[in-house]
């Protein structure tokens, strides 16, 4: 069984992430999403949100592969032996992306040549969507209907309103 890790913040889950999250499934048996804490971030959902959020919009890829969304805290190499991974998906949005990831794999391959870094284009519609951008523009009244689910919506909209 080849069992692969997506990591993320997930703040909000994106069609973006979706994207990657579809394709991803089409190349293990079991991808485990792994939600990371990243309190730093200043996430607008809690872990326990974040998690249901994802568990509940990858509901329908759920026939394709064994999908398994756990919270980590840990170093991500740590947390993909944990859960068994062999593969680690990025999703690349742009040569800013690359430069960044570029240099994660080469740290995370000094800590564990067996596990392989695979790297997925987002998808021309999604490329410029960010979870940051999609707070920012609800926060300023803007539609996120395009960037997000209608359930991801409703949740981001109902975040901002009670925050102000």
């Known amino acids: 069984m080849r069992t692969g890790l997506y990591p993320g913040t997930f ?3 994106t069609n973006g992430h979706l994207d990657i999250i579809g394709r991803a499934v089409k190349l293990v ?3 485990v999403i792994g939600v990371a804490v990243n309190s730093g971030k200043g996430p607008l959902f809690t872990l ?6 994802v568990e509940r919009e990858t509901g329908h890829l759920r026939e394709r592969a064994e999908i398994v969304v756990l919270p980590f805290e840990s170093l991500l190499m740590h947390f ?5 991974a062999s593969i680690i998906v990025r999703g690349l949005r742009a040569v800013a992306d690359f430069e960044y990831e ?14 392989e870094t695979v790297f997925l284009m987002a998808d021309p519609r999604h490329q410029a969507i960010a ?6 523009i609800a926060s300023l009244g803007g539609d996120i209907s395009g960037f997000v689910t209608p359930g ?13």
Do not use: Y
Not at 48 to 53: G, P
């Open 11 to 13: 703040d909000p889950i």
């Open 102 to 115: 570029f240099q994660m794999t080469a740290m995370n391959q000094q800590l564990n040549r067996q596990i």
């Open 29 to 31: 048996d079991k991808l």
């Open 48 to 53: 326990e949100e974040r998690v249901a959020m």
């Open 80 to 84: 993909a032996e944990e859960v068994g």
């Open 131 to 136: 979870s940051r951008l999609v707070k920012e």
């Open 152 to 164: 991801v919506t409703a949740g981001v909209m109902a975040k901002v309103k009670r925050s102000k």
